[in-house]
């Protein structure tokens, strides 16, 4: 990010707040940190409240007073987020790229909640019955908001304000934190800044006061605004006198005039006043006649200059029409918000004839939104300026024609009215609320522009009026107000200063202004920081300073017309793209796609059982399994993002910080299953539900509602951190990252993932997919893995692979011809089986009459060949029998029946074995009969497969070679099938313990510590392990066909289990360790079976000091992962040295820096006498001294005359350079990196 030394913000616990309070004079901006601890205690008071009156039954008073609260809460929790858009992240990010989007996209999240629980309250006033469910909800939507807003300020709080206290000194921290507290309303500010230092003691206020200072500008009437805010004993305000009760923040509507008519100060009746009203030759409200004609005369100006404008396109004057335009924009916007919130409520208070529609003539908002919408529009390159002239102009023409219209209705029937009904007092009191509906640094330009138009007698009666005592007005208020009018009347401020400042107000969150200015050579900077995908512009902080009070319309433009913003500054199209996923074009990073979708069915499955548990007890233990089931994928999924996908993102230069709040994220996610795993605990330590005393069933009872109301804020909070992933970061890995990089992602993160929790992993992930998305996500596995064996270990354990293993080899796109992957015997058999051969009696015997129909189990292409059997064994396996049963189901059956008949007549030794013998032999006969031929019709068939047509040259020659070898494999099997058959009769050797440690009994042989024997079905023999089988005989045993075991305890055969079946034996362990699929049982030592490599392997298991290289195929020390050198297949070879089988050999191996492989102790044999690489001869260590050993020994030796001066030409193994190099018998230097392993051309 911003630095490595970022200051760390001390705790704000109660102990500590005392000094938090001093370091806000240091540091300005931890204004809005302590704005969070005043959110945080407000909501933990709510939410007290809410719970009290879930135990008590509640009241209609206790859902006032709530609402109330949280609609206060709202409005400031709003302008706090708002700020933080708005002037806080524009200005961070215009510093430190890729921090602040998602924290804008959380504060959008929130809006919801707040939602939610408006609509609990609602319901709460309106209905008489289930109140007690009501309250529950309502206390669980203020948990989860709590919950939610606590860990997104404790989020900023970790990284937000630490880089803004880095990158922005004390003076800049001021004027942030002072352009928002002018650009917040008053009416909010006036109630704000007291609630906000509510929990502060008297010398920390003391504290606050010196941080104000600091932050206000030095005009003494501003400080004395604030402070009378924040004065104890202040006196009566325009709004004090109607505040309800502590935390029941004023809020305007219809309801709350009822208050104001019930004060004498404020309200005399109608009939007894009209005759002093008639008499009184100003009112107050009058002041609005004045304020409406200025408006009027400065739009039709705005209307004049648009008009000329279409003719000239003068840019300079275009940028002051739009900066005017804003302006008179975001004051009627204010205009309207008071008409409905104070006048329309009084006039339907007072005048209850007045019909319904009376209201929709008051000026509305959405005749403001379109305006304001072309104000802000994006203007593409295509559009040139004089069409968005043509519209602007249009556009004002309505808005202009509306305006006048509601204008004129407001003063003969509205203001008119109050005017003859209401009292001096209350005039002035709605006058003084209209203000306060402002913000400070708009009311102050407001009242310098409309200063400048009045005459000397409007000015002295707004100035009267202003100095009139009053119990309902602030006095520090209306003196600055006093000032600005006469410093506007005065003309201190002249018009083009004015609207110069305007311009500079204005323009932050203007395209035109930027994109403009920028032809025009006035402010190219700020057009280059111009993000065209984000909604952040660049900071305008140099612009601040020149304003004693600052104004950010972006804050009430978002506050007003957010819905209108959101189609301006929309998400950037990728992001929205990559939410929509098409089975024709799989990414390999739509793997997390499928991961959060069936992470979020989990999700909602694990809340619905939360809320049945306090009814149905017996749903609990399925809670706790799918709970930690749940939990145990998130971690897991996290620690892969945390460890590989999110680095792998920030290694991209231009997309450094992206990923920094979502590990924070992942660290306080953590803390929210650790709270319900407690509540768990505590659930299970009570006893059986229906053993119970009333006390522990009503204990039971608030726990799981305890337990519901956190999985809801857990639902939440993880559905929102996966919706802001694939929004933001998932869209910036297709843009950022090839194809092959996504795979290298997903490849690193599967190789750090054991056997164990991918068998848990794929079955959950897949039964939640549809069967286009289990397509594409197989269709990645098989990508990504390409080089492993991963499907075949799939294969050994998981079913539900099987439909699809067709499809999956089928998009390896193996480039070698399945023709050469099967056997020989299969292909000359079924070549000679066919009609045509038979007819002409190739290998037609008399007397024998086969169908063609009895031929092998495999399908033939139209050219005769086999398609690759995909069940065929490794290594090793190549003169096992390859007899086919075609007669699977049926041998099945008769097993079965021939089992039956076992059990009837009590004979343990039937002919169930013969049977299969006898399905066998039929088949091996079937095959034979093809198969055995004499040497002129295996001439004969040689030649007629030559002359075959249908048959390319390719499958010609692989045909006649199988035909040639066909002889030779038949009489191997036939010998080995008899050698086994003598086997099968013997008696089973070997049928003894065996020790690793015979003095302390321990059981096992010096390569396993183990307590059982395998029995090797190719020799009928019992060994401890596959390797001391290897070592005495001359073959190789296949793991996968051993199927029994000796106990060495019990010494019966049985088959192959992790312990022993025998009842005596009592579940005798045969290993700590087992494998099913390898064979294995170790008592000793560490070892994990690598799905990739399918092998066991001596370690703690991938993820844990070790991973596995997709490229390599290789199970590696995490060490290596950065500088191992990747070669496809590398392990899949033999020892250059000793020629074994690397990829199953038990013996260390070791990587040389070219890539290529060698036993490690062969390795050490053979550098004794060589330095090269024996496979492509680079060098393989560090040869510096001996080079220059040979440097020596050449300027010390003689070269021949006849020789000396002779060049030759030379080629280095080691940078494949050509060169040439002096004349000498053996060494020869290469001139480009001074290697002597060179070799001459």
């Given at each position: 990010m911003?630095?490595?030394?970022?200051?760390?913000?001390?705790?704000?616990?109660?102990?500590?707040?005392?000094d938090f309070?001093?370091?806000l004079?240091?540091?300005?901006?931890?204004?809005?940190?302590?704005?969070?601890?005043?959110?945080?205690?407000?909501l933990d008071?709510?939410r007290?409240?809410a719970v009290?009156?879930?135990?008590?039954?509640?009241?209609g008073?206790?859902?006032?007073?709530l609402?109330?609260?949280?609609h206060?809460?709202k409005?400031v929790?709003?302008?706090?987020?708002?700020?933080?858009?708005e002037?806080l992240?524009?200005?961070?990010d215009?510093q430190?790229?890729n921090?602040?989007?998602t924290?804008?996209?959380?504060?959008?999240?929130?809006?919801?909640?707040?939602?939610?629980?408006?609509?609990?309250?609602?319901?709460?006033?309106?209905?008489?019955?289930?109140?007690?469910?009501?309250?529950?909800?309502?206390?669980?939507?203020?948990?989860?908001?709590?919950t939610t807003?606590?860990?997104?300020?404790?989020?900023e709080?970790?990284?937000i304000?630490?880089?803004?206290m880095?990158?922005?000194?004390?003076?800049?921290?001021a004027?942030?934190?002072?352009?928002?507290l002018?650009?917040?309303?008053?009416?909010?500010?006036?109630?704000?800044?007291?609630w906000l230092t509510a929990s502060?003691?008297?010398?920390e206020?003391?504290?606050?006061?010196?941080?104000?200072?600091?932050?206000?500008?030095?005009?003494?009437?501003?400080?004395?605004?604030?402070i009378?805010?924040?004065d104890?004993?202040?006196e009566?305000?325009?709004?004090?006198?109607?505040?309800d009760e502590k935390?029941?923040?004023?809020?305007?509507?219809?309801g709350?005039?009822?208050?104001?008519?019930?004060?004498?100060?404020?309200?005399?009746?109608?009939?007894?006043?009209?005759?002093?009203?008639a008499?009184?030759?100003?009112n107050?409200i009058?002041?609005?006649?004045?304020?409406?004609?200025?408006?009027?005369?400065?739009?039709?100006?705005?209307?004049?200059?648009?008009?000329?404008?279409?003719?000239?396109?003068?840019?300079?004057?275009?940028?002051?029409?739009?900066?005017?335009?804003?302006?008179?924009?975001?004051?009627?916007?204010?205009?309207s918000?008071?008409?409905?919130?104070?006048?329309?409520?009084?006039?339907?208070?007072l005048?209850?004839?007045?019909?319904?529609?009376?209201?929709?003539?008051?000026?509305?908002?959405?005749?403001?939104?379109?305006?304001?919408?072309?104000?802000?529009?994006?203007?593409?390159?295509e559009?040139q300026?004089?069409?968005?002239?043509?519209?602007?102009?249009q556009?004002?023409?309505?808005?202009?024609?509306?305006?006048?219209?509601?204008?004129?209705?407001?003063?003969?029937e509205v203001f008119?009215?109050?005017?003859?009904?209401?009292?001096?007092?209350?005039?002035i009191?709605l006058?003084y609320m209209?203000?306060?509906?402002?913000p400070?640094?708009l009311?102050?330009?407001?009242?310098?522009?409309?200063?400048?138009?009045?005459?000397e007698d409007?000015?002295?009666m707004?100035?009267?009026?202003?100095?009139?005592?009053?119990?309902?007005v602030?006095?520090?208020f209306?003196?600055?107000l006093?000032?600005?009018v006469?410093?506007?009347?005065?003309?201190?401020?002249?018009?083009?200063?004015?609207?110069k400042?305007?311009?500079?107000?204005?323009?932050?969150?203007?395209y035109?202004?930027e994109?403009w200015?920028?032809?025009?050579?006035?402010?190219?900077?700020r057009?280059?920081?111009?993000s065209?995908?984000?909604?952040?512009?660049p900071?305008?902080?140099?612009n601040l300073?020149?304003?004693d009070t600052?104004?950010s319309n972006?804050?009430?433009?978002?506050?007003?017309?957010?819905?209108?913003?959101?189609?301006?500054?929309?998400?950037?199209?990728?992001?929205v793209?990559?939410?929509?996923l098409?089975?024709?074009?799989?990414?390999?990073?739509?793997?997390?796609?499928?991961?959060?979708?069936?992470?979020?069915?989990?999700?909602q499955?694990?809340?619905?059982?939360?809320?049945?548990l306090?009814?149905?007890?017996?749903?609990?233990?399925?809670?706790?399994r799918?709970?930690?089931?749940?939990?145990?994928?998130?971690?897991?999924?996290?620690?892969?993002?945390?460890?590989?996908a999110?680095p792998?993102?920030?290694?991209?230069?231009?997309?450094?910080n992206?990923?920094?709040?979502?590990?924070?994220d992942?660290?306080?996610?953590v803390?929210?299953?650790?709270?319900?795993?407690?509540?768990?605990?505590e659930?299970?330590?009570?006893?059986?539900?229906a053993?119970?005393i009333?006390?522990?069933?009503?204990?039971?009872?608030?726990?799981?509602?305890?337990?519901?109301?956190t999985?809801?804020?857990?639902?939440?909070?993880?559905?929102?951190?996966?919706?802001?992933?694939?929004v933001?970061?998932?869209?910036?890995?297709?843009?950022?990252?090839?194809v092959?990089?996504?795979?290298?992602?997903?490849?690193d993160?599967?190789?750090?993932?054991?056997a164990?929790?991918?068998?848990?992993?794929?079955?959950?992930?897949m039964?939640?997919?549809?069967?286009?998305?289990?397509?594409?996500?197989?269709?990645?596995?098989?990508?990504v893995?390409?080089?492993?064996?991963?499907?075949?270990?799939?294969g050994?354990?998981?079913?539900?692979?099987?439909?699809?293993?067709?499809?999956?080899n089928?998009?390896?796109g193996?480039k070698l011809s399945?023709?050469?992957a099967?056997?020989?015997?299969?292909v000359?058999?079924?070549?000679?089986?066919?009609?045509?051969?038979?007819?002409s009696?190739?290998?037609?015997?008399?007397?024998e009459?086969?169908?063609?129909?009895?031929?092998?189990?495999?399908?033939?292409?139209?050219?005769?060949?086999?398609a690759?059997?995909?069940?065929?064994?490794?290594?090793?396996n190549?003169?096992?029998?390859?007899?086919?049963?075609?007669?699977q189901?049926?041998?099945?059956?008769?097993?079965?029946?021939?089992?039956?008949t076992?059990?009837?007549a009590?004979?343990?030794?039937?002919?169930c074995?013969?049977?299969?013998?006898?399905e066998?032999?039929?088949?091996?006969d079937?095959?034979?009969?093809?198969?055995?031929?004499?040497?002129?019709?295996?001439?004969d068939a040689?030649r007629?497969v030559?002359g075959?047509?249908s048959?390319?040259?390719?499958?010609?020659?692989?045909l006649?070679?199988?035909?040639?070898?066909?002889?030779?494999?038949?009489?191997?099997?036939?010998?080995?099938?008899?050698?086994?058959?003598?086997?099968?009769?013997?008696?089973?050797?070997?049928?003894?313990?065996?020790?690793?440690?015979?003095?302390?009994?321990?059981?096992?042989?010096?390569?396993?510590?183990?307590n059982?024997k395998?029995l090797?079905?190719?020799c009928n023999?019992?060994?401890?392990?596959?390797?001391?089988?290897?070592?005495?005989t001359?073959?190789?045993?296949d793991?996968k066909?051993?199927?029994?075991?000796?106990?060495?305890?019990?010494?019966?055969?049985?088959?192959?289990?992790?312990?022993?079946?025998?009842?005596?034996?009592?579940?005798?362990?045969?290993?700590?360790?087992y494998?099913?699929?390898?064979?294995?049982?170790d008592?000793d030592?560490?070892i994990?079976?690598?799905?990739?490599?399918?092998l066991?392997r001596?370690?703690?298991?991938?993820?844990?000091?070790?991973?596995h290289?997709m490229?390599?195929?290789?199970?590696?020390?995490?060490?290596?992962?950065s500088?191992?050198?990747?070669?496809?297949?590398?392990?899949?070879d033999n020892?250059?040295?000793?020629?074994?089988d690397i990829?199953?050999?038990?013996?260390?191996?070791?990587?040389?820096?070219?890539?290529?492989?060698?036993?490690?102790?062969?390795?050490?044999?053979?550098?004794?006498?060589?330095?090269?690489?024996?496979?492509?001869s680079?060098t393989?260590?560090?040869?510096?001294?001996?080079?220059?050993?040979?440097?020596?020994?050449?300027?010390?030796?003689?070269?021949p005359?006849?020789?000396?001066?002779?060049?030759?030409?030379?080629?280095?193994?080691?940078?494949?350079k050509?060169?040439?190099?002096?004349?000498?018998?053996?060494?020869?230097?290469c001139?480009?990196?001074?290697?002597?392993?060179?070799?001459?051309?």
């Amino acid at each position: 990010m911003g630095g490595n030394d970022k200051p760390a913000l001390p705790s704000c616990s109660a102990s500590v707040v005392d000094d938090f309070v001093k370091l806000l004079v240091d540091s300005p901006i931890l204004f809005f940190v302590l704005s969070h601890k005043a959110v945080e205690i407000e909501l933990d008071q709510i939410r007290c409240v809410a719970v009290e009156a879930l135990d008590s039954g509640g009241g209609g008073e206790v859902v006032n007073q709530l609402c109330k609260r949280l609609h206060f809460l709202k409005i400031v929790y709003k302008y706090h987020c708002v700020a933080e858009d708005e002037v806080l992240f524009q200005a961070l990010d215009a510093q430190v790229k890729n921090v602040v989007f998602t924290y804008s996209l959380e504060h959008n999240s929130i809006d919801v909640l707040f939602s939610s629980i408006f609509d609990c309250l609602d319901r709460l006033q309106k209905e008489k019955e289930e109140v007690s469910v009501l309250f529950n909800e309502l206390t669980c939507s203020i948990g989860t908001i709590q919950t939610t807003i606590t860990q997104h300020m404790l989020k900023e709080e970790e990284q937000i304000f630490p880089l803004m206290m880095e990158k922005f000194s004390s003076e800049e921290q001021a004027r942030l934190v002072w352009k928002y507290l002018c650009s917040v309303p008053l009416m909010i500010l006036e109630d704000f800044m007291p609630w906000l230092t509510a929990s502060l003691s008297s010398h920390e206020k003391a504290y606050f006061l010196n941080f104000i200072h600091i932050v206000l500008p030095e005009e003494k009437l501003i400080q004395e605004v604030f402070i009378s805010w924040l004065d104890d004993n202040k006196e009566a305000t325009s709004r004090s006198c109607i505040k309800d009760e502590k935390g029941a923040k004023f809020h305007y509507g219809k309801g709350n005039m009822k208050y104001i008519f019930e004060m004498d100060v404020l309200m005399v009746q109608c009939k007894e006043m009209q005759h002093q009203k008639a008499s009184e030759e100003h009112n107050p409200i009058d002041g609005f006649h004045i304020w409406h004609a200025a408006i009027t005369r400065d739009l039709r100006v705005i209307m004049e200059e648009l008009y000329q404008l279409r003719s000239s396109l003068c840019v300079s004057t275009l940028l002051s029409v739009i900066t005017q335009l804003k302006f008179f924009a975001d004051v009627f916007t204010f205009y309207s918000n008071a008409l409905d919130q104070i006048y329309y409520p009084l006039v339907d208070q007072l005048n209850t004839d007045a019909p319904s529609t009376f209201h929709e003539q008051f000026i509305e908002r959405s005749q403001i939104e379109e305006l304001q919408r072309l104000l802000y529009y994006k203007l593409h390159e295509e559009i040139q300026i004089k069409v968005f002239v043509d519209m602007l102009c249009q556009e004002v023409e309505l808005f202009v024609g509306r305006m006048n219209k509601n204008l004129q209705f407001l003063e003969t029937e509205v203001f008119l009215f109050i005017r003859e009904t209401c009292s001096h007092e209350l005039q002035i009191w709605l006058l003084y609320m209209s203000l306060h509906m402002l913000p400070l640094g708009l009311l102050k330009c407001m009242i310098i522009w409309f200063s400048a138009h009045l005459s000397e007698d409007e000015s002295k009666m707004m100035l009267n009026n202003i100095k009139l005592e009053s119990a309902v007005v602030n006095k520090s208020f209306a003196t600055l107000l006093y000032e600005w009018v006469r410093m506007g009347y005065s003309g201190k401020i002249s018009v083009e200063k004015f609207r110069k400042d305007l311009e500079e107000m204005f323009s932050s969150r203007s395209y035109l202004f930027e994109k403009w200015s920028k032809n025009s050579g006035s402010s190219s900077s700020r057009s280059e920081m111009q993000s065209p995908d984000r909604p952040y512009h660049p900071s305008t902080l140099d612009n601040l300073g020149n304003h004693d009070t600052p104004y950010s319309n972006g804050i009430n433009h978002r506050i007003f017309f957010s819905d209108s913003l959101n189609d301006l500054f929309c998400l950037p199209e990728t992001a929205v793209d990559g939410m929509r996923l098409s089975s024709l074009d799989v990414k390999p990073i739509d793997f997390f796609h499928f991961f959060h979708k069936a992470l979020k069915k989990d999700l909602q499955y694990a809340l619905s059982l939360s809320v049945k548990l306090a009814e149905d007890v017996g749903l609990l233990a399925e809670f706790e399994r799918h709970f930690h089931h749940v939990r145990f994928l998130y971690q897991l999924h996290s620690k892969s993002e945390d460890e590989i996908a999110f680095p792998a993102l920030e290694s991209k230069g231009q997309l450094q910080n992206v990923s920094h709040s979502y590990g924070i994220d992942h660290k306080l996610e953590v803390e929210q299953f650790d709270r319900i795993s407690i509540i768990l605990n505590e659930i299970t330590s009570l006893q059986g539900y229906a053993d119970m005393i009333d006390s522990n069933k009503q204990k039971y009872k608030k726990l799981c509602l305890n337990l519901h109301d956190t999985c809801i804020s857990m639902h939440k909070t993880l559905t929102d951190h996966i919706y802001r992933e694939e929004v933001e970061l998932w869209p910036l890995f297709k843009e950022h990252f090839s194809v092959e990089e996504q795979e290298k992602i997903i490849g690193d993160m599967l190789g750090r993932t054991k056997a164990e929790n991918l068998q848990e992993m794929i079955p959950w992930l897949m039964a939640s997919l549809t069967p286009e998305e289990q397509h594409g996500i197989v269709s990645i596995w098989s990508k990504v893995t390409k080089n492993t064996k991963f499907f075949e270990w799939l294969g050994e354990w998981w079913e539900g692979i099987k439909r699809d293993e067709i499809s999956v080899n089928a998009e390896k796109g193996s480039k070698l011809s399945l023709a050469l992957a099967v056997d020989p015997l299969e292909v000359v058999s079924t070549y000679l089986s066919r009609d045509d051969f038979r007819s002409s009696s190739i290998c037609h015997e008399k007397g024998e009459n086969f169908s063609s129909t009895e031929s092998a189990d495999h399908d033939l292409d139209q050219a005769g060949f086999f398609a690759a059997d995909k069940s065929q064994n490794a290594k090793g396996n190549k003169n096992v029998n390859r007899a086919i049963d075609i007669t699977q189901h049926s041998t099945e059956v008769d097993k079965k029946r021939c089992n039956d008949t076992i059990d009837i007549a009590n004979q343990k030794e039937t002919t169930c074995h013969d049977i299969k013998l006898y399905e066998q032999s039929k088949q091996k006969d079937l095959k034979e009969h093809h198969l055995m031929l004499t040497q002129d019709k295996l001439v004969d068939a040689i030649r007629r497969v030559s002359g075959d047509s249908s048959l390319d040259s390719v499958k010609k020659s692989h045909l006649m070679q199988s035909l040639l070898m066909s002889q030779w494999i038949l009489t191997q099997e036939k010998s080995h099938s008899e050698v086994t058959t003598a086997k099968d009769k013997e008696k089973i050797t070997g049928q003894c313990p065996s020790f690793r440690d015979k003095t302390e009994s321990v059981f096992g042989c010096k390569h396993y510590k183990r307590n059982c024997k395998l029995l090797a079905p190719c020799c009928n023999e019992l060994f401890p392990c596959i390797r001391c089988h290897d070592e005495i005989t001359d073959h190789c045993l296949d793991r996968k066909s051993i199927v029994q075991m000796m106990c060495m305890k019990c010494l019966k055969i049985q088959p192959i289990c992790s312990s022993c079946l025998t009842l005596t034996c009592n579940n005798f362990s045969m290993a700590k360790y087992y494998c099913r699929i390898c064979a294995v049982f170790d008592d000793d030592r560490q070892i994990y079976h690598c799905p990739f490599c399918n092998l066991c392997r001596v370690g703690e298991g991938l993820g844990v000091k070790v991973f596995h290289c997709m490229t390599c195929n290789a199970c590696m020390l995490s060490k290596s992962l950065s500088i191992h050198t990747c070669r496809e297949n590398c392990l899949e070879d033999n020892c250059p040295i000793c020629h074994e089988d690397i990829f199953t050999s038990a013996t260390p191996v070791k990587q040389l820096p070219c890539g290529h492989l060698m036993h490690s102790t062969c390795f050490q044999d053979y550098t004794f006498t060589h330095y090269t690489c024996p496979i492509c001869s680079k060098t393989i260590g560090d040869v510096k001294v001996l080079f220059e050993v040979l440097d020596a020994f050449l300027s010390e030796e003689k070269i021949p005359e006849e020789y000396a001066g002779q060049i030759q030409v030379i080629l280095c193994n080691d940078c494949q350079k050509r060169g040439t190099a002096s004349f000498h018998w053996h060494y020869h230097k290469c001139p480009y990196c001074g290697s002597y392993n060179t070799r001459l051309i």
